[in-house]
């Protein structure tokens, strides 16, 4: 048997302490911690307003961060809980089957030898958010190596998680890398960027949201504050001059000419949000032993 961790988004928590909000009726003090993703009740007519305020990252001084009055964390650092539903009802199951199969297995505990590190999938890894996450997310496999009688630790990411896998692995030595880490299994990774986040860009992303509830055109405003969108865009060195991925019906417009896009979706500020991203998205090898798994077959955004 060996020891996992696994690197995914999860439940966001939030405490707020606000003096304004966009509606009379909106939420401005808690008074603890509370459910901000994923939250059904918040995606009712008009309450969406007050969710997507609570969602939204300011940019101020080169620095992404959550709104005055606002304070979020993930949920469950370290446990499974955070991560085997995108709520905390567990109406929309997320990676429960993965952890139910490895469960099955005998011997494996939860928050012992079966950990995730859920991140806040808002912000980038260069982001002072994302700094810190990285700091955890070291101490928490160092603690998983000794609590289980000192053995290496196989990590699992999904999709946006690899990315981080990737600065994480930049940022410790070899030495380090030889002593904590077994292997690394990177499942759907986004290595060259995903061409969704260029949608939710232009008019909004929902695939993690039931469309029943929510029209994709509420939640593009505080998608365009992630520093995540902009950290997920698709890398110029894999895709051609010449190869669009938006198409209208003026003209089309490739990877390369996002400045112009932004333009012409009336985002401006948009040029500066993607700017906020370099050095953080540079393909580094990981130098550990790397397993890649992914989909064939299967429609995707870019065809």
């Known amino acids: 048997k060996q020891w996992y961790q696994r690197r995914v988004r999860g439940q966001l928590d939030a405490w707020y302490n606000k003096t ?3 509606h009379y009726f909106c939420q401005r003090k808690s008074g603890g911690w509370t459910t901000l993703w994923l939250c059904f009740e918040c995606m009712i007519p008009k309450v969406i307003d007050c969710w997507v305020d609570n969602m939204l990252l300011n940019y101020t001084d080169n620095t992404f961060q959550d709104r005055d009055g606002v304070r979020t964390r993930v949920n469950d650092f370290g ?4 991560i085997e539903a995108l709520d905390k009802n567990g109406y929309y199951p997320y990676f429960k089957a993965m952890v139910d199969g490895f469960m099955a297995i005998p011997g494996y505990q939860k928050g012992v030898s079966l950990r995730a590190a859920p991140y806040d999938f808002r912000y980038g890894s260069n982001s002072p958010v ?6 955890n997310l070291k101490k928490l496999i160092e603690e998983t190596y000794e609590i289980n009688g000192q053995k290496k630790v196989n990590i699992v ?11 994480f692995f930049k940022q410790v030595s070899k030495y380090w890398k030889n002593k904590y880490i077994k292997r690394y299994i990177a499942i759907s990774g986004v290595f060259g960027g ?5 949608r939710a860009l232009v008019s909004g992303e929902i695939e993690s949201i039931p469309r029943v509830l929510v029209d994709a055109n509420a939640v593009r405003s505080f998608q365009r504050s992630f520093q995540s969108v902009y950290w997920l865009l698709p890398r110029k060195k894999l895709w051609e001059k010449d190869e669009p991925l938006v198409f209208t019906e003026n003209r089309n417009y490739t990877i390369h000419e996002m400045d112009e896009l932004f333009e012409d979706i009336g985002f401006p500020a948009g040029k500066e949000l993607f700017a906020s991203t370099d050095g953080s998205i540079d393909f580094v090898e990981p130098d550990v032993d790397v397993y890649c798994i992914h989909g064939s077959d299967v429609p995707t955004a870019a065809g």
């Open 79 to 82: 446990g499974t809980t955070g």
């Open 157 to 167: 990411a999904h999709s946006m998680g690899n990315i981080y896998m990737l600065q």
């Open 130 to 135: 994302g700094k810190l996450y990285l700091t």
């Open 20 to 22: 304004s909000g966009p």
């Open 194 to 198: 995903a061409v969704k986040s260029i």
